[in-house]
């Protein structure tokens, strides 16, 4: 019951409903496991709905045992219905209600984009900045080599589950318009990076004056029902990474574009690496954002070595 209140009192007002995605054990636990723990510990921790089918299953043989009542039950209803009720799903013709006539002009308004770019600023984090290796300076950078898979694919700025961009721009083509001679090159062939062209990354490397990298994952990597078998980048990406940074003539910039954690200390400790942005999947507007916050536009948040919690600096106060 005290599980119940917190849920009720602290993260939602009262007929919001608490939604979970298939947040229940393997299979080969199911039958036992969720009748008689998970489903009475979700319902009574406030779970109102699971978005699959386990309390379909097995729901019914927790209300038997008792595990759960039909009072847990109603109130789960209860809560789905107000919020149907609130959308105005039961008042007729749904397009002519509030929500019903919603159109790309109302999505796309200049607010909404201006929203998005604020998202994806404030979502950006700098892990590493030795030697003052950022911002970047317009005048002071002659060329540009940018260097890896996730730098000119605008769906990978999305991630997963997204309706359709108002406008999408990759980082690629944003820098292109900060830097007249800016060179391109793949060096992996997706995330999973089992095709490299590491001597065409490198020779770019080695010909411009800066060099900033996209590197990461993608959704052959992470996304709902894949799970990933270690922490470090799949593939040859370490190993491009390193050659086009042992080839370039200053430290590099790595960008890193992924949802989940991924282990780079041998980034963190590798001189020829100056900074590290951590810039996750950052939606339509990630590619200026983050080309923003390489030349100094915007100040993107640091991870306190303490505490671990984001917290946002100016760039001149920002130390490695």
Request: with cysteine.
């Amino acid at each position: 019951m005290q599980q119940y209140e917190l849920l009720s009192t602290k993260f939602r007002r009262v007929g919001e409903k608490i939604e979970t995605i298939n947040a229940m054990p393997p299979k080969i636990l199911r039958n036992t496991f969720l009748t008689l723990f998970c489903i009475p510990v979700g319902k009574l921790s406030g779970m109102d709905v699971n978005c699959g089918g386990y309390v379909q299953d097995h729901g019914a043989s927790a209300l038997q045992q008792g595990k759960i009542t039909e009072q847990d039950i109603d109130r789960a209803l209860h809560n789905l219905f107000t919020v149907r009720m609130r959308l105005g799903l039961f008042n007729g013709d749904p397009r002519r209600n509030r929500y019903g006539n919603i159109g790309p002009d109302q999505v796309c308004t200049q607010e909404h984009q201006d929203l998005a770019l604020e998202a994806a600023q404030d979502g950006i984090v700098l892990l590493k900045n030795d030697g003052g290796a950022l911002p970047l300076s317009k005048s002071g950078v002659a060329s540009l080599a940018v260097i890896g898979f996730n730098a000119n694919n605008a769906t990978r700025l999305l991630g997963n589950y997204f309706g359709p961009p108002c406008v999408t721009v990759t980082p690629l083509q944003v820098l292109q318009g900060y830097v007249k001679d800016t060179s391109f090159v793949a060096g992996c062939n997706s995330g999973a990076c089992n095709v490299t062209t590491i001597p065409e990354a490198v020779q770019a490397a080695s010909s411009a004056d800066y060099v900033v990298l996209f590197m990461g994952l993608d959704q052959d990597q992470e996304r709902e029902e894949v799970d990933r078998l270690d922490l470090t980048l799949p593939g040859q990406q370490q190993t491009l990474i390193e050659s086009v940074a042992n080839a370039a003539k200053k430290p590099v910039v790595l960008v890193l574009l992924c949802g989940g954690p991924v282990d780079v200390s041998f980034a963190k400790t590798n001189p020829k690496i100056g900074a590290i942005l951590w810039a996750g999947y950052p939606g339509e507007a990630g590619g200026i954002a983050i080309a923003q916050v390489l030349f100094g536009e915007h100040n993107p948040g640091e991870v306190s070595s303490i505490s671990s919690e984001r917290i946002t600096l100016p760039w001149q106060t920002t130390s490695s």
